[in-house]
């Protein structure tokens, strides 16, 4: 258990961790010039403090941690955890998924955007003269930083506990040490105070709110790594470390402030002794480059689900692990994260203005997490009306409030994670409305299994050593391939093996419930594979399990035949022209299927054939 909740929190905090760097800062300059004062301190103060309370450890600690699937944490994983709770599996929640999943992308490209400039902008207060590195530096590390995930993370991830632990303790610390310098900042624990800030500063609130709001982003992190680690170390970490080192370092930085109102501007750095702000400096740029490291390997990991839910096309993904199947390289998302966050810092310069940036797409996530959440506690937990409503309606009106509040901002910035969003969003509905399509034109042209091994028993074709495996989606038809195969060689394997893979609602499929097996006639079988959202689809592998049911062959006389479609675009087809081309696009920049099922690859037949959707 020790070592689970050290290695939670270099994984789980590394972003909420973060946020003290620029979260109380941003709250003060958006009081209208009045930051120092007193009362708007107090009030900052207890918004912070409350949001942390009810946002992270009411809502997320208390209740949706415990919303697991299976295990495994996530929009997505919420989101199958909904729908199997729901008669017909309705289509709005399959939506709310994949917009909750688009929505976590977006804000993945601005974590360590922020997380890592406002580290570096550290250097203004210890260096002035060097503010100009500012950007080139942050860019240097974050380059560094996507170039070693082809790597792994295995052996980084050994220091990443201790290292965050060490940047908790001198949080709290830091901020115990400056609280004596107006211990009247302890009045902010006082949600009163926090009330009448927003009574009496109507005109602000809305942008003090949006700034409060960076105090509890990567509090999505503890639900999507929920996998990992399991509840109990995260919670542990929370309450044991976690959450007192941020209010302690939160009042710190408000009562150095009311003692100092000069260092308003920057306030976690300037609280720190000039000795120590170097070393803090690079403490704070190893503390998000870790955040980063995070939200990276989480949006591999939601794209792998995505993936495998059929939601996006097959992309590449490499294992830098022999152990942990979790760890994972996908360069093709690698490199459009690193496009995209090299082009924020470049674009905002600052992490005021990126700032802006953050927050609509997280406060749009946990919105959607709450409405999922209350499907959950309904269907699943089987809890009252009555007792979902009074858990699920002020978590919702708080998040709403939030979002509201981030909504503000979109001209600022906020546009960049919606647009990102919004996008994704398109792939998906373009990915999985084409892939729609597609099996509609393929089941149309197929004729039905039974037909073809009636026929072919009654026409005794002769028969050559050997598997064929024939690779199919579709459970019922024939597959192309094997009607191809007969078109051009005429002949028949000894054993002929009709193979469709499915993808369970479940992060993992035991063994022994992986494969249906059924046999037609000595010469025809079809297996059915079933793989969790989460698993790695290997198909040598699986068929191991099939040897235990009984059906023997050698996997180096065996050969798998596919069909590689190659789709054209119709202008009378089932959409728009331009979503065709765009389904195209997705499909031919597809991995392939030897790869994605990890076939060896001199066992693979590929047959093509042209489909117009």
């Not at 939670?8 to 109380?24: E, H, K, N, R, W």
């Not at 989480?298 to 993936?307: E, H, I, K, P």
């Not at 028949?492 to 609602?505: C, G, K, M």
């Not at 297996?527 to 996997?555: H, Q, S």
Request: charged fraction near 10%.
């Amino acid at each position: 258990m020790p070592s689970l909740v050290l290695a939670a929190l270099g994984v789980v905090y590394g972003d909420i961790g973060t946020s003290p760097l620029y979260a109380f800062r941003e709250a003060l300059h958006a009081t209208a010039g009045s930051g120092t004062h007193h009362a708007n301190v107090l009030g900052v103060l207890s918004l912070i403090v409350w949001a942390l309370t009810i946002v992270v450890t009411v809502k997320y600690v208390s209740f949706v941690l415990k919303a697991d699937n299976r295990g495994e944490g996530g929009t997505l994983s919420l989101m199958t955890l909904a729908r199997e709770g729901l008669a017909g599996r309705p289509k709005w929640v399959l939506i709310l998924g994949v917009v909750g999943a688009s929505l976590f992308l977006g804000d993945a490209i601005i974590t360590p955007a922020i997380s890592v400039l406002s580290a570096v902008e550290g250097i203004e207060v210890v260096a002035p003269a060097l503010s100009h590195w500012v950007v080139p530096i942050t860019l240097m590390i974050i380059a560094v930083l996507f170039f070693v995930q082809r790597f792994g993370t295995g052996g980084v991830a050994s220091v990443f506990g201790p290292i965050t632990a060490l940047w908790f303790l001198v949080l709290g610390i830091s901020g115990a040490i400056h609280i004596f310098d107006d211990p009247s900042v302890l009045a902010a624990i006082n949600p009163l105070h926090a009330f009448r800030y927003v009574a009496d500063n109507l005109g602000s609130t809305i942008a003090v709110l949006g700034a409060v709001f960076l105090a509890v982003t990567g509090a999505e992190a503890l639900y999507v790594d929920l996998g990992h680690f399991g509840r109990r170390p995260i919670v542990i970490a929370w309450f044991a470390l976690v959450f007192p080192s941020l209010l302690l370092n939160y009042f710190g930085q408000g009562a150095f402030v009311l003692s100092h109102p000069e260092m308003a501007a920057h306030p976690f750095f300037g609280m720190h002794p000039e000795w120590a702000r170097l070393p803090i400096v690079c403490l704070a740029t190893a503390a998000t480059v870790i955040a980063s490291q995070a939200v990276i390997s989480g949006a591999y990991s939601l794209v792998r689900q995505a993936m495998h839910l059929n939601l996006l096309p097959r992309l590449q993904i490499l294992h830098t692990s022999e152990t942990h199947s979790g760890q994972i390289f996908m360069p093709q998302v690698n490199s459009l994260l690193f496009i995209f966050v090299a082009a924020l810092v470049l674009f905002f310069q600052n992490s005021s203005g990126l700032s802006a940036a953050y927050g609509i797409a997280v406060t749009a996530e946990m919105f959607i997490t709450s409405v999922l959440l209350f499907v959950v506690m309904r269907r699943i937990w089987h809890w009252t009306l009555a007792v979902a409503v009074a858990v699920i309606v002020p978590l919702a009106m708080i998040d709403a409030g939030f979002l509201a509040a981030n909504v503000a901002k979109f001209a600022d910035g906020g546009w960049v994670p919606v647009t990102v969003a919004s996008v994704m969003a398109l792939i998906m509905q373009t990915w999985t409305a084409g892939r729609r399509l597609l099996a509609r034109r393929t089941r149309a042209d197929e004729i039905p299994l039974s037909v073809i091994i009636n026929n072919l028993d009654r026409k005794k074709l002769p028969t050559v050593p050997g598997t064929a495996v024939f690779l199919t989606s579709d459970v019922e038809g024939a597959p192309t391939a094997l009607l191809h195969s007969l078109k051009h060689y005429k002949v028949l394997h000894e054993q002929n093996v009709i193979l469709s893979v499915t993808t369970a609602t479940t992060p993992f499929v035991p063994d022994d419930e992986k494969i249906f097996l059924e046999s037609f006639n000595p010469l025809f079988s079809r297996i059915v594979i079933t793989f969790g959202y989460m698993e790695t689809p290997n198909i040598p592998r699986a068929l191991i399990l099939v040897r235990k049911l009984g059906l023997k062959f050698d996997i180096m006389s065996t050969s798998f035949f596919l069909s590689r479609r190659t789709i054209l675009p119709s202008r009378k087809g089932g959409m728009p022209f331009w979503q065709d081309r765009l389904f195209i696009a997705l499909s031919r920049n597809a991995s392939n299927a030897t790869d994605y099922f990890g076939l060896p690859s001199g066992r693979v037949v590929e047959l093509g054939l042209q489909t117009i959707i």
